[in-house]
């Protein structure tokens, strides 16, 4: 989660360096990432719930801890579980920015990796009787057309509006080697963007971190719509 004013996640836990090695959890847009507590390693935390696409979604979770014998659950919102013994982690939900899980490879073994980020999402949705551009997946609810982005693309207005959007970075990788859960990707949203109709805007939907057999798994990217960077 990147480090912004207004915060747009949460820390991760707190991980123990002896015994069954228990890590933390990733931090989660709605929560922080769980502690350690004995032998048992820290569970992602929670994503944050938006309505933007029309129901209520919940994105951004943290990834799960691990430790030499359990591990730990995701949070809501896409945040892939840990795993210990030859098991690899499980990866960020794609497209929420769910962080990935961490994982404890025992046999050091080079095909046990923790899970890697989910990418991210940006979704822009506005009040019109008609479609006012293209891009993404469009839908419509509640009176709104929706445009979901799952990749990166551009958009240029027929006409001003003003919309809504939600932008969700990737997730980061989980950590290898009593690795920790990956961080969520960083969420912003927010209401009332004037949209000019002489404007082309871009749309960067943010790739997941990627883990690999050190003991550090990547950051996710950003995701970035108009002035809003996540």
Partial sequence: ????????????????????????????????????????????????????????????????????????????????????????????????????????????SASVYGGAGGSGVVIISYTSETQLFGGGVVTQAGGKFIHTFTSSGALSPLSSVTADYLVVAGGGAGGNQDGGGGGAGGLLSSSGLLLDSNSIYTVTVG????????????????????????
Avoid: D, H
Avoid at 211 to 219: D, E, M, Q, V
């Fill in 1 to 108: 989660t990147p480090s912004t004013s207004p915060s747009q996640g949460n820390s991760g836990g707190n991980a123990l360096g002896s015994g069954e090695y228990p890590s933390g959890g990733g931090g989660g847009a709605g929560a922080v990432g769980g502690s350690y507590s004995g032998s048992t390693p820290g569970a992602g935390g929670a994503g944050s719930a938006n309505s933007i696409s029309g129901s209520s979604v919940t994105y951004a979770g943290g990834g799960g801890g691990s430790a030499q014998s359990t591990a730990a659950s995701g949070g809501s919102g896409g945040g892939g579980a840990g795993a210990f013994g030859t098991s690899s982690a499980t990866s960020g939900t794609a497209n929420t920015g769910g962080g990935g899980g961490g994982a404890r490879n025992s046999t050091n």
């Fill in 207 to 230: 790739a997941g971190g990627t883990t690999n057999a050190s003991a550090t798994g990547s950051n996710g990217s950003n995701s970035t719509f108009s002035t809003a960077t996540s």
